[in-house]
């Protein structure tokens, strides 16, 4: 009995040094309390309707069964003034963190872009992390930072699985198409969309300290560690990150402030940009976004809890 308390205080005391501790819990019917919705006209001019929470709520936009949310878009009318659809930014902001969401579905087919990512105030200026992002039938997650001058990645000193796109990260860099960031395309399949969804989705973690930088997994859902799935995660045994962002060639302070939010939005700079030449897809992306309501069936994101550690 002796021996054993002396065991666990010394597990305790050796365990708390770099232990997570969980901060906040997104989850269930007190899910959407957390979050601010924002009813804006998108600035990256999509073919979009932001809501309010209530006419989300009554619109059937917005609902939690089984403890699950739905967030998603109109997929029954024609709209001219663009698709009724979701944009909400947590009400707390942080400067660090592991961030795991749990999730089942997300939005995906011609003419979407959603994202989840956390952003700063005075873009660019607090930063942004974007985690989980892609337009149209996209098949491989795209991870991207943006910030302001001077914040550079160097894919020789990183340990990321995943596929460097772009290394400067400053919205305005030059030798990069404006504000492409930085930015890693995952080499799994099972990452984004279509394939993402008929895998049941899993689990996306986010480490942010100021030591360390960024990095970001992908855990599809047969293959969640158990120290994530028992709430006591630990990142030092997932092995390599798809994407790893060191503050060695950047500075932590580009970073601060940020909410962590979704968005399900239509068309715009990207997802319009790229429809026809990269994606194949049909008509004209605000003509079919407007008028195909049925074609927007798989626009959702089912989301089992988002927990935040510090
Ligand atoms: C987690 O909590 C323990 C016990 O209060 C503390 O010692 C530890 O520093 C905390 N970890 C972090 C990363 O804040
Ligand atoms: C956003 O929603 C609020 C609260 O319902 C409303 O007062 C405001 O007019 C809406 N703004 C826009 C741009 O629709
Ligand atoms: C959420 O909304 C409240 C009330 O409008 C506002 O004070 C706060 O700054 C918003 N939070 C974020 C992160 O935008
Ligand atoms: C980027 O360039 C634009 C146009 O020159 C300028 O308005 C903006 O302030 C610059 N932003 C940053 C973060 O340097
Ligand atoms: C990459 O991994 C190596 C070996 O595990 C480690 O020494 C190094 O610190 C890691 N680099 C970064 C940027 O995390
Ligand atoms: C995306 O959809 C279009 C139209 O259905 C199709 O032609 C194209 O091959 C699809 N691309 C991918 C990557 O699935």
């Not at 001019?45 to 009554?58: E, H, I, L």
């Not at 709430?231 to 060695?248: E, L, Q």
């Amino acid at each position: 009995m002796r021996l054993t308390t002396v065991f666990s205080v010394t597990t305790l005391l050796l365990g708390s040094a770099s232990a997570w501790n969980l901060t906040d819990t997104y989850q269930g019917s007190t899910f959407f309390d957390g979050f601010n919705f924002s009813n804006i006209t998108d600035p990256t001019k999509g073919t979009v309707q932001y809501v309010d929470r209530a006419t989300a709520q009554s619109s059937g936009l917005i609902s939690v069964k089984n403890n699950v949310i739905t967030m998603k878009a109109d997929d029954t009318n024609v709209t001219p003034n663009g698709r009724p659809s979701i944009r909400i930014a947590s009400k707390k902001t942080y400067n660090s963190g592991l961030f795991i969401l749990d999730l089942t579905h997300m939005p995906t087919g011609c003419g979407t872009w959603p994202a989840y990512w956390l952003v700063g105030p005075k873009w660019p200026n607090g930063g942004e992390i974007d985690i989980i992002e892609g337009v149209n039938n996209q098949t491989n997650n795209h991870i991207t930072l943006h910030t302001s001058a001077n914040c550079q990645m160097d894919p020789t000193s990183s340990n990321g699985t995943g596929k460097w796109l772009t290394n400067n990260c400053a919205v305005n860099a030059t030798g990069q198409s404006p504000n492409a960031g930085c930015s890693v395309q995952s080499s799994s399949a099972t990452s984004y969309g279509r394939g993402f969804n008929s895998a049941q989705g899993g689990v996306y973690a986010t480490q942010w300290k100021d030591t360390t930088g960024i990095q970001v997994w992908f855990f599809p859902r047969r293959s969640i560690p158990s120290d994530i799935t028992s709430g006591h995660p630990n990142p030092a045994s997932w092995g390599k990150p798809t994407a790893d962002f060191p503050f060695s060639k950047c500075s932590s302070n580009h970073f601060s402030n940020l909410a962590i939010t979704f968005d399900l939005d239509f068309c715009g700079v990207w997802a319009g940009a790229v429809y026809k030449s990269q994606f194949h897809c049909p008509g004209t992306c605000s003509d079919y976004v407007i008028n195909q309501p049925k074609a927007f069936s798989e626009a959702y994101w089912n989301i089992n809890s988002l927990k935040v550690y510090q």
